[in-house]
């Protein structure tokens, strides 16, 4: 009897060794062998990731995941290494990025409780929070003024469950619908068939920017609910999460983070020159001090 419980053990451990409890290839491992790593970027997220005027993508988070790349270069000594690019969605990029489409995403992903139950992020590097974009001739100045009224976001993003909830919280009644990316929220606004867009205030400027005529849109309303941006990566890589943690504690101690954000937020950017004007938020200051990872709840 004995024997026969060694052999049924044996057995179930031989089990639960096998394909079953295989384990994916770190971001390291993958990227050396295959020689390629893929970055993922938004093409409307101004000034985080988007498309420049030569279609290429390009900004902050861009630069960022630049240094990142780097220094996987370095770490794995392979100076050949291509990078290569896939644009993605607030709807697909998760799904992209645990079936290993994407290797990392640099751009406008909130670290929150909810998404660190599927993926892992870095040190957060920007705070945000939901605010409203209007028509400069629109009488909605202010999140009272929403009651009965109808209020775009962009499907897929954390935005929606905060509109939900200041929706139910304060009893506006307003009607809340989904677009598929910030390009289309904003032009329901513009063409006057939703009275709002509701988005991370930071992106709503860089969507008043890029518009034809900036003047006719507002930014508008107190904000709700402060969250921090972060490089999102696979779950339970800690080699990987560990070198872009690093990677960003570098460019934070010699000064190089701020000088990027000073380039993106505080000076004329593509594609039409135009100044954010977004001072670096206390939030901000303090976690770089704080280098911490904290999801918002």
Request: charged share 20%; glycine share 6%; aromatic share 8%.
């Amino acid at each position: 009897m004995l024997l026969y419980r060694s052999l049924l053990s044996c057995c179930l451990v031989f089990a639960l060794s096998g394909p079953a409890m295989a384990q994916s290839p770190s971001t390291l491992d993958k990227v050396k062998t295959s020689g390629a790593i893929t970055i993922a970027y938004r093409e409307a997220s101004l000034p985080f990731s988007y498309l420049g005027a030569d279609a290429q993508p390009t900004g902050f988070g861009w630069d960022i995941c630049g240094r990142i790349v780097d220094q996987v270069r370095r770490v794995i000594g392979r100076s050949d290494l291509v990078v290569r690019t896939q644009a993605i969605t607030a709807q697909n990029r998760i799904p992209l990025l645990t079936n290993g489409t994407v290797d990392i995403e640099c751009g406008s992903t909130t670290n929150n409780a909810e998404r660190n139950k599927q993926v892992a992020f870095s040190i957060n590097y920007f705070y945000t929070g939901t605010r409203f974009l209007v028509r400069a001739d629109s009488p909605v100045r202010s999140v009272a003024d929403l009651k009965g009224r109808k209020v775009v976001s962009t499907t897929g993003t954390s935005n929606l469950q905060v509109l939900r909830k200041l929706n139910a919280d304060r009893g506006l009644g307003f009607d809340l619908i989904s677009a598929k990316d910030h390009a289309e929220s904003a032009l329901l606004v513009q063409q006057g068939r939703a009275d709002a867009f509701g988005m991370d205030d930071i992106l709503l400027y860089g969507v008043r920017a890029s518009a034809v005529n900036p003047a006719s849109l507002a930014v508008v309303g107190e904000t709700i609910q402060v969250e921090p941006y972060a490089i999102m990566l696979r779950k339970d890589d800690p080699a990987f999460k560990k070198l872009v943690d690093d990677t960003l504690k570098d460019l934070i101690r010699t000064g190089e983070f701020t000088q990027l954000y000073k380039k993106w937020f505080e000076s004329p950017i593509p594609p039409k020159g135009i100044n954010l004007n977004a001072p670096m938020s206390e939030e901000l200051r303090a976690n770089l001090r704080n280098l911490s990872d904290q999801p918002a709840q």
